[in-house]
């Protein structure tokens, strides 16, 4: 099939969470069933062209906005795999100090404008290049614009008849919200601006102009699929979720094995595999020493890496840092988001720095450093679409402690010392207490000497790759296109 994936970011050009990473995994393994996939997103500050040797492809490309038609470049690169991907150049929309946001935090505020505008000239690149597109896979609030355009703008658009959209839902929190002013400089029809369409309570929302014009959607794990369709996790959206529940999937993400193994991962101190984990205690070693804690094999070190940010949880191990610090373990965690969690554990980090570091960044080799250094990696998550990093820690060897939730629901099974079974440790209700007490269920298995090595195995001999999850998605385009035409 011939497929366009359109994402507002991919590794390894420009990341800053789970979306990247899927976006740059999923169209490789796409590519190794044999498809003609390509990958579109904005030309950022943050690519490095000539790391990349991008080249231009054409330019002064006319895009139509809402302020009249605007010029962008179009210059074209590759995933390892021969994958084309296209980026869009437009300086005054993308050549900025983040992607999102301001360095203070701040989210721009012609964001929709912005994606808006990269959803029109995606458009415009099919056309320049003559890809006409079977499937157009679409995610996020960012991309959401594009299933809108086809089925009404375009609607009567003969280039784009063959083309069903499939819309991806990585984090039903995240919505793109704006005032309803904006709305029209979207370039969208009058129409649109009404509870049925993309108003929602007095705001414009581009997340829901995807889950109402895609001819299916997805989400990132069959749980997420089912926790969005309930008035507790919907976000005001699990209305039009259930309106739509026959159309909606879930299908895990998976891990792109060429950027996490630990058998040959270039960021790590020494390499292992599950026959020969001799590597994995130099690693520990070598974090430890990285982070100037006691370099000490036999004390457990606790892990997270995550973006700082109330649905990840991290008051909840706020509330156990003092109750966590009176015990023989080391923490690490590396992450960024909000200052006052970010100041508030790099307060506590001053108080105990020989037991607890709290490194503030997006730090890429670190946080494969991490995944090979530590024992436990703590995922106390609110809600979890898919999670990625527990995917991680488990072919990394490094047990997680989850929350039951989502993703880490779906992938997470609890230990049972009796039969052997599990990879990970859960908690049912998201209390500091049940966290806590996973916790220490993790820690008096780590003194076992022949549990924690089965636990170790179980855990890195688990199957997430993409090859599964890239023919779910594969089977799903076809569903797509078929309902596209009509057909059952
Ligand atoms: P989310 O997309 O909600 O942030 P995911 O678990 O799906 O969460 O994906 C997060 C991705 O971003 C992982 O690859 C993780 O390693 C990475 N990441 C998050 N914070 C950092 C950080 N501070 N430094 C390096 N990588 C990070």
Redo the contacts with the bound molecule.
């Keep these: 099939m011939k497929i366009l994936c359109a994402a507002s970011e991919a590794a390894p050009f420009a990341h800053t969470?789970?979306?990247g990473?899927v976006a740059g995994a999923l169209p490789k393994a796409l590519g190794r069933l044999g498809h003609d996939v390509r990958l579109i997103m904005p030309l950022y500050q943050a690519v490095d062209v000539q790391r990349h040797r991008l080249r231009i492809v054409a330019s002064g490309l006319s895009v139509p906005t809402a302020s009249g038609p605007q010029a962008v470049d179009l210059l074209e690169g590759n995933l390892s795999g021969g994958v084309p991907v296209y980026f869009i150049r437009h300086d005054p929309s993308f050549h900025r100090a983040g992607l999102y946001q301001t360095p203070s935090a701040e989210d721009y505020p012609d964001n929709a404008e912005r994606f808006a505008m990269f959803c029109r000239a995606a458009l415009e690149v099919c056309r320049q290049i003559d890809f006409q597109p079977e499937v157009l896979h679409a995610h996020d609030w960012q991309t959401a614009l594009l299933p809108v355009y086809l089925k009404t703008t375009l609607s009567g658009d003969p280039f784009f008849q063959r083309t069903a959209t499939v819309f991806t839902i990585h984090?039903l929190g995240y919505q793109g919200l704006f005032p309803p002013e904006v709305l029209p400089r979207l370039m969208l029809p009058r129409a649109l601006f009404t509870p049925a369409g993309l108003e929602f309570y007095g705001k414009g929302n581009l997340l829901k102009g995807g889950l109402l014009f895609a001819d299916l959607l997805t989400t990132v794990s069959r749980r997420y699929s089912q926790e969005i369709r309930t008035a507790e996790q919907g976000f005001g959206l699990d209305g039009v979720l259930r309106e739509r529940q026959t159309d909606l999937f879930g299908v895990l993400n998976g891990i792109d094995p060429e950027e996490w193994n630990p058998a040959c991962d270039p960021h790590i101190a020494a390499h292992y595999t599950v026959v020969d984990l001799a590597g994995k205690a130099r690693c520990k070693a070598d974090l430890q020493h990285r982070l100037k804690l006691p370099v000490r094999a036999t004390v457990p070190l606790l892990a997270v890496?995550?973006?700082l940010a109330g649905q990840k949880g991290l008051d909840l191990l706020y509330a156990i840092l003092e109750t966590l610090m009176a015990l023989n373990v080391q923490l690490v965690l590396?992450?960024?988001g909000e200052k006052p969690l970010e100041a508030a554990f790099r307060e506590a980090a001053a108080k105990q720095p020989s037991k607890l570091v709290v490194r503030i960044?997006?730090?890429?080799p670190l946080?494969h450093q991490i995944e090979a250094g530590a024992d436990l990696f703590l995922m106390p998550s609110r809600y979890e679409p898919?999670?990625?990093?527990q995917m991680?820690s488990l072919v990394y060897g490094t047990i997680p402690v989850v929350h039951a939730t989502g993703g880490l629901d779906d992938t997470i099974v609890q230990f049972d010392p009796g039969t052997g079974q599990g990879n990970g440790f859960r908690f049912e209700d998201a209390t500091a207490d049940a966290f806590l007490q996973a916790i220490r269920q993790a820690l008096t298995l780590y003194r076992e000497k022949t549990l924690w090595p089965r636990l170790i195995t179980n855990a890195m001999t688990a199957d997430f790759t993409w090859d599964r999850s890239a023919r779910e998605y594969e089977r799903l385009y076809r569903r797509a296109a078929d309902k596209m035409r009509g057909q059952p």
């Design positions: 969470g789970g979306l990473d984090n890496i995550s973006r590396l992450g960024s960044g997006f730090d890429i946080s898919c999670g990625l990093n991680y």
